[in-house]
């Protein structure tokens, strides 16, 4: 299963190579005019998450999430969610590499087949880093009202922490027991 | 929406930090996060280049028409008027190909390109249109079907069973995909009627 994952990347690359060069495409120039329109909008979207990364790095080192857990614990128990994972909730939608660190210090500190190691690694495992997505997609383009964009996503994302201590408490009532 | 995001976490920061008596970590994030920023577009500029590259190579064969065909179900449930063979509707096929395969830097110059096609089909606005959020809004949600970062992480933890999450994993991402594009749809139609009246 493992080794499998390391065939995606070079089999997909080889298939649209071969496949594109038997129907007598020029594959070299062709790619090269892509690149060049990959390179462009990856500076367009700079601007974005310098603004993003900036407030996500500041809000983390101002110590707000400490806080905002200790306060969002009641609501969590009524979620019928581990106080441990509120953390990991509150980082993931707006920092993908702070929302790993923390994931890596919960299944260390209670370990991976716990019920509290479970639920983060499904919250980990099923959900996105939204606001990272929101700013780099719109940054590329000359849009700047979003509408109901960050409604709907983060609409998603509690649906899907929510729905982690759900599943887990689900599968393994069902397995363990 | 992203300027009072912005501009709140900005100010939480301050007051956070003044609080927490952590104002010195603040300022030095403030200084050094924005370079931090330029790191990530560097080394991002190697894939988009790559991918954006391979997806012209592919447009070219016909091999995107072809896999636009196979999700033009679903897209014209999600997709308000898009024709499977436009370029927009091709883009977002490989978008969301290469999200279930878990190529997450492949999706990223992928959906990008998606983007800018859809702001072609309305070229004078500012404004988001509603194919638009409801592609952004899939994006925000994981697509992917095996979550091979966490996975190997548990593995490194010592689990004896990484891969055993992938049933709650794959109910949970479905449930959340599901209620982001039901919102999507929702506050559209309620926005619609608003932007109608104007």
């Known amino acids: ?177 | 929406m992203m300027t009072w995001i912005l501009t709140g976490m900005f100010l939480l920061s301050l007051i956070f930090g003044v609080m927490n008596g952590r104002i010195e970590q603040v300022s030095t994030a403030a200084i050094s996060e924005c370079g931090k920023a330029v790191e990530l577009v560097i080394s991002l500029l190697g894939t988009m280049c790559l991918w954006s590259g391979l997806m012209k190579v592919a447009d070219k064969a016909g091999l995107t028409a072809k896999l636009s065909k196979l999700f033009s179900p679903v897209m014209k449930v999600l997709f308000k008027g898009m024709n499977s063979c436009s370029p927009a509707a091709k883009a977002i096929s490989m978008n969301v190909a290469a999200n279930l395969l878990g190529l997450g830097n492949a999706a990223t110059p992928l959906g990008i390109a998606a983007m800018k096609e859809l702001e072609k089909e309305s070229p004078l606005s500012t404004s988001a249109t509603d194919n638009m959020i409801m592609f952004v809004v899939l994006n925000t949600a994981s697509l992917q079907l095996i979550p091979t970062t966490t996975a190997l992480l548990r593995l490194k933890a010592g689990s004896i069973a990484p891969m055993e999450i992938l049933p709650a994993v794959w109910l949970t991402s479905a449930a959340a995909v599901i209620s982001a594009l039901f919102m999507a749809k929702l506050l559209g139609r309620i926005g619609g009627k608003r932007h109608g009246a104007v």
Not at chain 1, 65 to 82: E, I, M, N, R
């Open chain 1, 1 to 177: 299963m493992g080794q499998f994952n390391h065939y995606i990347i070079p089999v997909i690359m080889c298939a649209i190579v071969i496949y594109s060069a038997v129907k007598g495409i020029n594959v070299f120039d062709t790619f090269l005019s892509g690149a060049k329109e990959g390179f462009s909008s990856g500076i367009s979207i700079l601007p974005a998450l310098v603004a993003l990364m900036t407030a996500v790095g500041m809000f983390k080192a101002s110590g707000a999430l400490d806080v905002l857990t200790y306060g969002l614990k009641p609501l969590a128990s009524l979620l019928h969610l581990p106080s441990e994972v509120i953390p990991l909730a509150l980082l993931r939608p707006i920092s993908g590499s702070g929302a790993l660190a923390i994931f890596q210090d919960i299944i260390t500190t209670y370990g991976p087949d716990t019920f509290i190691g479970r639920v983060a690694s499904v919250m980990q495992g099923s959900t996105e880093t939204t606001f990272y997505t929101i700013a780099v997609y719109y940054g590329a383009t000359k849009i700047n009202k979003t509408r109901h964009t960050l409604p709907a996503a983060l609409t998603g994302d509690l649906v899907g922490f929510i729905m982690s201590a759900v599943t887990v408490r689900m599968f393994w009532n069902i397995f363990c027991r």
